[in-house]
């Protein structure tokens, strides 16, 4: 079974900047388009990014375009979300997820595999 692992993450001063990185346990998954999401406490998972297979084509939440960057080095299965200007509304769990077979543009509920998790605190 393919696993995802996050890691990456912590409490940073709002203004700061984290890099989360995302390690898939498949080669496979270079080929697959792969995303990030979040959840804050309370609230519902939403949305941050994601990223074609070869890296050319990126989609960010209109919450985070121009402040995070994703990434990816097929390499070594590692997919990054680079978070810069933090904010305390970026407080949440971050996952890392793929879909369950190759799609280029999947929608959320079209993705099938999860990370567990890493945890993004900003203080203000």
């Known amino acids: 079974q393919v696993h995802l692992v996050e890691s990456g993450g912590g409490l940073v001063q709002a203004g700061g900047s984290l890099r989360l990185s995302c390690v898939a346990s498949?080669?496979?998954?270079?080929?697959?388009?792969m995303g990030w999401f979040r959840q804050a406490p309370g609230k519902e998972r939403e949305f941050v990014a994601q990223i074609s297979w070869s890296g050319g084509n990126t989609r960010y939440a209109d919450t985070v375009k121009g402040r995070f960057t994703i990434s990816r080095d097929n390499a070594k299965n590692t997919m990054y979300l680079q978070m810069n200007s933090l904010k305390p509304e970026d407080t949440a769990v971050y996952y890392c997820a793929a879909p369950g077979r190759p799609i280029y543009d999947p929608r959320t509920d079209e993705y099938d595999v999860w990370g567990q998790g890493t945890q993004v605190t900003v203080s203000s």
């Open positions: 498949e080669r496979t998954f270079s080929r697959y388009t």
